[in-house]
């Protein structure tokens, strides 16, 4: 393979314009093409990962397939409390029932472990899979965030999404078209604030 030639000033504005935007600021009813959601999941695919594992899968909702995942999580929130005696907040299950369905599609997000590799190297590959798909929803200009609420954590969720050992749900991805233009300020600390140079 020749090596490639990349045009660094584009690779760093993609970097450093990447941005979190959150349901709010979606735009709903319009779709985002699946070949981008496509073309996001091929460039995840390129991660790194140490001996090959490719530790991710991804689990995509669009259409009716939101409604599902909506009444599922949210269901499974009164099932909870209920069973935990736990307080039950309607506000907090018309979130569950009502939010995933403000995206255009959504992707849930799981780590396979492999043996023998450790497991913060399963997890980071994951991560960059992510950033991957962050950096692709930004080149196209859509909005997008990763969330870790709903089932991510819960422990009954787990068999559903067919985890076993060190298996872990790592949230949801969802993507839509933005409400506006207006792209959010990015905000960083100093570089001398978080970098030691050790020279001798």
Do not use: C
Request: net charge negative.
């Amino acid at each position: 393979m020749q090596k490639p030639d990349f045009n660094i000033e584009e690779v760093n504005k993609i970097i450093r314009g990447r941005r979190s935007m959150f349901a709010a600021q979606f735009k709903e009813n319009d779709p985002v093409d699946d070949a981008i959601i496509e073309e996001m999941l091929e460039n995840a695919r390129w991660a790194p990962t140490h001996k090959l594992t490719q530790p991710w899968r991804f689990i995509v909702y669009t259409g009716d397939g939101l409604k599902k995942f909506a009444d599922y999580q949210a269901d499974m929130y009164k099932l909870r409390a209920e069973k935990n005696g736990t307080p039950f907040l309607e506000a907090t299950y018309q979130k569950f029932k009502q939010g995933p369905l403000k995206a255009s599609h959504m992707i849930a997000i799981v780590m396979k472990r492999s043996e023998n590799i450790p497991l913060m190297e399963e997890i980071a590959a994951v991560s960059m899979a992510v950033q991957n798909m962050y950096l692709t929803a930004s080149a196209h200009g859509l909005a997008a965030y990763w969330g870790t609420g709903g089932p991510t954590f819960w422990q009954e969720a787990r068999a559903d999404y067919g985890l076993e050992g060190e298996d872990a749900l790592m949230g949801f991805f969802y993507v839509a078209k933005p409400a506006t233009d207006n792209w959010p300020e990015g905000k960083r600390d100093s570089l001398d604030e978080k970098v030691a140079w050790i020279r001798e």
